[in-house]
């Protein structure tokens, strides 16, 4: 996201989900996210003070997918920032689908509850 204020990251988060649908939410210290203390329940890690991981919070995962997704968009040159939530759900099929044939991959796209 271009702008990471509160009310930014807010009106993301509760796009497809309303607050008493979630569990938890694990963040990093950024200032930004200490407002979601006053609507669901939030815990953090602190990066600045070499704290990753604390109990079950941790976002690495986020990190580490990041990390895979960020290569592959680099192969993709001109597109508008626009679009870009295009070239993430084609990533997200692809990673979703990673253990599936190329033709498997294309029925469960294609036919969707044909597939588990």
Same mark, same amino acid.
């Given at each position: 996201? *271009? @702008? !990471?204020? *509160?009310?930014?990251? =807010?009106?993301? =988060?509760?796009? /497809? ?11 990093? @210290?950024? $200032?930004?996210? /200490?407002?979601? @203390?006053?609507?669901?329940?939030? %815990? ?8 990753? *991981? ?5 976002? /690495?995962? !986020? %990190? *580490?997918?990041?990390? !895979?997704?960020? #290569? ?11 679009? +870009?939530?295009?070239? +993430? ?6 990673? /979703? ?5 190329? %033709? %498997?991959?294309? =029925?469960?796209?294609? =036919? #969707?509850?044909?597939? $588990?």
């Amino acid at each position: 996201m *271009a @702008d !990471v204020a *509160a009310r930014t990251v =807010l009106r993301h =988060l509760f796009k /497809n989900s309303k607050p008493d649908e979630i569990e938890a939410v694990y963040t990093d @210290d950024y $200032p930004s996210y /200490n407002f979601l @203390d006053s609507f669901i329940p939030h %815990e953090t890690v602190n990066h600045s003070a070499g704290e990753y *991981a604390g109990g079950r919070v941790h976002i /690495n995962t !986020v %990190e *580490a997918e990041f990390s !895979v997704f960020r #290569p592959w968009n680099a192969t993709f040159r001109g597109y508008s920032k626009e679009k +870009i939530h295009l070239y +993430i759900a084609q990533y997200n099929h692809l990673r /979703n689908t990673r253990q599936m044939k190329r %033709e %498997e991959r294309t =029925l469960a796209m294609l =036919l #969707p509850k044909a597939n $588990p």
